[in-house]
């Protein structure tokens, strides 16, 4: 089982099994140099992160009385932990509505919004939000990368993808077509060659 440390959670490395469908990864995780902490959108009290010993994501990231399953998002230096449970199904990684999420980082801040501290092409936040037929999304790129835009549900499966390809320095605009969608919770992903990017989108009808 992993060793505890009063300063950074845990000492030792954890075998990680992506469990969602982000850009799926396995492999060992470096605790070290990391803290972990639990934060609640709806109480906004940040805990302590329960985790178990195992080899599945079921045994390795199911915390005492919280539900499951749970979903990995792997950001440049920064782990998030997202509970899917029954009871809680949103996932929020925002700090709006319902959603519980477990984050692994770097010592120093890390803000919510910006996932990964590192990468300089940044994903804008949809326009509008509240969408009705369609919205809007920039992606600003400080260097050549290849790019991955998508919009994924609130359990983090692909939607649609927007865009795949090379993209070279620059503003680029998307529009995404939002009447054909049902109304709910979405995310904008972008995955370049310098971390990812996450936002929001609203859909109403």
């Known amino acids: 089982a992993p060793s505890t440390s009063t300063e950074f959670g845990f000492e030792n490395n954890l075998f990680v099994t992506e469990s969602g469908s982000f850009a799926p990864q396995t492999g060992i995780f470096e605790f070290t140099g990391y803290k972990v902490s639990r934060f609640d959108h709806i109480t906004g009290a940040k805990s302590d992160f329960v985790v178990n010993s195992g080899s599945t994501p079921e045994e390795l990231f199911v915390p005492e009385k919280m539900n499951k399953p749970v979903s990995t998002i792997f950001m440049g230096d920064t782990l998030l932990i997202v509970d899917l449970g029954v009871l809680e199904p949103g996932l ?69 993808n927007l865009y795949n390809g090379k993209l070279g320095v620059g503003t680029y605009t998307h529009i995404i077509p939002t009447s054909g969608l049902a109304s709910g919770i979405y995310m904008v992903r972008s995955i370049t060659e310098k971390g990812s990017s996450m936002r929001k989108l609203v859909v109403v009808h």
């Open 92 to 160: 929020n990684i925002f700090g709006s509505g319902t959603g519980k999420v477990w984050m692994v980082i770097r010592s120093g801040p890390i803000g919510i919004n910006d996932l990964s501290a590192e990468n300089k092409n940044q994903l804008s936040q949809p326009m509008p939000s509240p969408a009705n037929t369609e919205a809007t999304v920039n992606l600003y790129m400080d260097s050549p990368s290849e790019v991955t835009l998508a919009l994924l549900d609130e359990y983090g499966r692909i939607v649609k």
